[in-house]
């Protein structure tokens, strides 16, 4: 089956660290781009960052540029995303997202992983 | 970064009812557009790509148009498992934005 699983989210205090995890299956990983996107409650959707097949390529949101590192290990098709100096806007639900190309659209996504930033 | 605008930001329809729902972008975007649908709970899924592109499995009452600035995504005739919020988003250029969203509920 073709999936995405995310995991690693929880509770963390402000100014906080927290690595999420992204599980493919079904595919050739090392053939696609791949996102973090994320939605905070009652929120809409906002991109996070991207990274090309080989990892030498990527992209983030101007708000957390210089906090967030996107990563892979193409080995194991995983993604992660290294979230350190968390802020409370950083809430939301983090969807890893399969791209079809370097700007593209989101053909395929995970469930989601739950990060919470509250003291 | 590119903005999108949607509109309206809800609405209200029956089944068997016909909808437009709009994306205006901030700058020209060719036919660089997808639309999604979230249902509460869920990630979002692909509808359509390329503004007119409809994706694999997803039924024919839905279509895209437009190009440039101005798009929409119509669905020709409401079920009740096409309610749900709808989101744009343009592939233009990083950063990849979305519109704010629509949310299409049972009237």
């Known amino acids: 089956e073709v999936q995405l699983v995310e995991s690693g989210g929880r509770l963390v205090q402000p100014g906080g660290s927290l690595r999420l995890s992204c599980a493919a299956s079904?595919?050739?990983?090392?053939?696609?781009?791949m996102s973090w996107v994320r939605q905070a409650p009652g929120k809409g959707l906002e991109w996070v960052a991207s990274m090309y097949q080989d990892g030498s390529e990527k992209y983030s949101v101007d708000s957390v540029k210089g906090r967030f590192t996107i990563s892979r290990d193409n080995a194991k098709n995983s993604l992660y995303l290294q979230m350190n100096s968390l802020r409370a806007e950083d809430t939301a639900v983090y969807y890893c997202a399969r791209l079809r190309g370097a700007v593209t659209t989101f053909d395929l996504w995970g469930r989601g992983t739950l990060v919470t930033v509250s003291s | 970064a590119i903005q999108l605008t949607q509109s309206p930001s809800s609405l209200s329809a029956s089944v068997g009812d016909r909808v437009t729902i709009t994306c205006r972008t901030s700058?020209?975007?060719?036919?660089?557009l997808a639309w999604y649908q979230q249902k509460p709970g869920r990630a979002p899924n692909l509808l359509i790509y390329d503004a007119s592109s409809l994706e694999s499995g997803v039924p024919s009452r839905f279509s895209g148009s437009g190009s440039g600035t101005d798009f929409t995504l119509t669905i020709s005739s409401l079920q009740p498992e096409d309610f749900a919020t709808y989101y744009c988003q343009q592939r233009n250029s990083y950063p990849i934005t979305f519109g704010q969203g629509t949310r299409l509920e049972i009237e």
């Open positions: 079904g595919f050739t990983f090392s053939n696609y781009w």
């Open positions: 700058q020209y975007i060719s036919n660089a």
